[in-house]
Nanobody, 125 residues
Framework: VQLQASGGGLVQVGGSLRLSCVANGRTIGNWNMGWFRQAPGKEREFVAT????????LYGNSVKGRFTISRDNANKIMYLQMNSLRPEDTALYYC???????????????????WGQGTLVTVSS
C-alpha cells in the first residue's frame, strides 16, 4: 500500500485545518493508521492513531480535545481534523500504517512500516 498525505498549509493561531491521507493499493485490514509530526530539530511525535476496522482511537496528550482522527473505510481515506491550532503545532505531518494490527505500542512510530511523504502545517501567531 502507498500513502499520500495532503491538506497542510499556513493558518493563524486558533484556526483549523483538515489533513487527508489516501491509501492506494491493497485492502486495509485491521491495521493501525496514524498521524505523526516532526518539527525542525525535534523528534518525531505521536499525534493520533485509529484502528481501521473498529475505529478505536488514541491521541497524543498535546492534541487531545483539539484534534480528531477519523476514516472513510470505503474510500480508504484517513483524516485529521485540527482545531484551535497553536504555534507549537507547526510541523511536517506524516500519515503511517502499522500493517500487522498486533502492536501494543500504537503510539510508537517505530511500529509503523508504511509512511506517506508528509504535509507541512504552519501556524502563525
Amino acid at each position: 500500500v502507498q500513502l499520500q498525505a495532503s491538506g497542510g498549509g499556513l493558518v493563524q493561531v486558533g484556526g483549523s485545518l483538515r489533513l487527508s491521507c489516501v491509501a492506494n493499493g491493497r485492502t486495509i485490514g485491521n491495521w493501525n493508521m496514524g498521524w505523526f509530526r516532526q518539527a525542525p530539530g525535534k523528534e518525531r511525535e505521536f499525534v493520533a492513531t485509529i484502528r481501521w476496522e473498529t475505529g478505536s482511537t488514541l491521541y497524543g496528550n498535546s492534541v487531545k480535545g483539539r484534534f480528531t482522527i477519523s476514516r472513510d473505510n470505503a474510500n480508504k481515506i484517513m483524516y485529521l481534523q485540527m482545531n484551535s491550532l497553536r504555534p507549537e503545532d507547526t510541523a511536517l505531518y506524516y500519515c503511517a500504517a502499522e500493517s500487522s494490527g498486533r502492536t501494543w505500542y500504537r503510539d510508537d512510530f517505530r511500529e509503523y512500516d508504511v509512511w506517506g511523504q508528509g504535509t507541512l502545517v504552519t501556524v502563525s501567531s
